[in-house]
């Protein structure tokens, strides 16, 4: 982690980004995403969520009854 600490802010951005685009659609790991979401609320990369309709909705089941 200590390299990604000499990236100009618009790189730090874009790795940001690709990952959180992988653990939503890819990983799909709803308790990775809340962690995910609160370390980049701690960091101050993204706004906290205010009601679950902004929650992204992830499907951990391939059919629903």
């Known amino acids: 982690?200590?390299?990604?600490?000499?990236?100009?802010p618009l790189k730090q951005r874009a790795a940001l980004s690709a990952?959180?685009?992988v653990v939503?659609?890819?990983e799909q790991s709803p308790g990775l995403i809340e962690r995910l979401d609160k370390f980049l609320v701690e960091i101050g990369y993204k706004v906290a969520l205010t009601s679950e309709a902004e929650r992204p909705v992830v499907e951990t089941k391939a059919v629903k009854a």
Not at 1 to 8: E, K, N, S, T
């Open 1 to 8: 982690m200590g390299i990604a600490r000499l990236w100009d």
């Open 24 to 26: 939503v659609h890819i």
């Open 19 to 21: 990952f959180q685009w």
